[in-house]
């Protein structure tokens, strides 16, 4: 089990500019979800992946963000055009659904995205 | 609506005592989950305890034990003993019946002197 997977760890950009980050799931996860962690605040769920499928993402923030997960493996997050209030702790997590219930979510380390 | 509230901001306690972290939940669901996380200051999210909506027996995991109370929608965890390396910040959160959104509360930081 090498863990969720997230890259870069820290991106610095400047207001206006697109970012993408990546995540790669725990292999055997079937589920992936994204998340944004201001400080001092717990995660807010963004949107989530069943396998390639996105199934929710009526919580990203606006259509400047948007997500894929092309082959149901590593998933991406964009922003495009940054504002400073996207300087935040960006978190994907994913999970194995399976007739068990609701396994737990495993967290990946974050991305901190500051927008100078 | 679904809600988690962590009362506690800030918790210090000296090396070796007894802590709980509070969590009250809200939600229309009659089944669910709750969990509790562990952040540490390196940044990333532990998984502690999952416990879902039906099973309301007290667990407990070393130093750690969780008392969950569907009568009045609390969901607490007590360190036993604490020590340095649980200074972290402690997160309580509800996944709905669909299993893909959870919501989180704010989070209680503890801080435990040597």
């Known amino acids: 089990d090498t863990g969720v997977s997230q890259n870069p760890r820290h991106k610095i950009t400047k207001r206006g500019q697109n970012v993408t980050f990546r995540c790669d799931p725990i292999?055997?996860?079937?589920?992936l979800y994204w998340y944004r962690q201001t400080l001092g605040q717990g995660p807010e769920f963004l949107t989530y992946?069943?396998?390639?499928?996105?199934?929710?993402k009526s919580r990203l923030l606006s259509d400047r963000f948007s997500a894929e997960r092309p082959k149901g493996s590593f998933s991406t997050l964009e922003i495009q055009r940054t504002e400073q209030g996207d300087s935040a702790m960006y978190l994907c997590?994913?999970?194995?659904?399976?007739?068990?219930?609701?396994?737990?979510?495993?967290f990946g380390d974050g991305t901190r995205l500051s927008i100078l | 609506a679904q809600k988690v509230t962590q009362a506690q901001t800030e918790i210090s306690v000296v090396e070796k005592e007894d802590v709980t972290l509070d969590c009250v939940y809200e939600t229309r669901d009659t089944t669910y989950y709750l969990f509790w996380y562990k952040q540490p200051p390196s940044g990333e999210l532990v998984f502690l305890i999952r416990?879902?909506?039906?099973?309301?027996q007290n667990e407990i995991s070393g130093r750690y034990s969780w008392n969950f109370q569907k009568s009045t929608s609390s969901f607490n965890f007590t360190i036993t003993a604490s020590q340095v390396v649980d200074s972290a910040v402690y997160f309580c959160?509800?996944?709905?019946?669909?299993?893909?959104?959870?919501?989180f509360g704010a989070g209680t930081r503890l801080f435990v002197k040597a």
């Open positions: 292999s055997e996860h079937n589920r």
């Open positions: 997590a994913s999970s194995l659904v399976t007739g068990q219930g609701r396994q737990p979510q495993h």
């Open positions: 992946f069943q396998n390639e499928a996105q199934l929710e």
């Open positions: 959160a509800l996944t709905n019946t669909g299993g893909f959104k959870t919501i």
């Open positions: 416990r879902n909506s039906f099973d309301e």
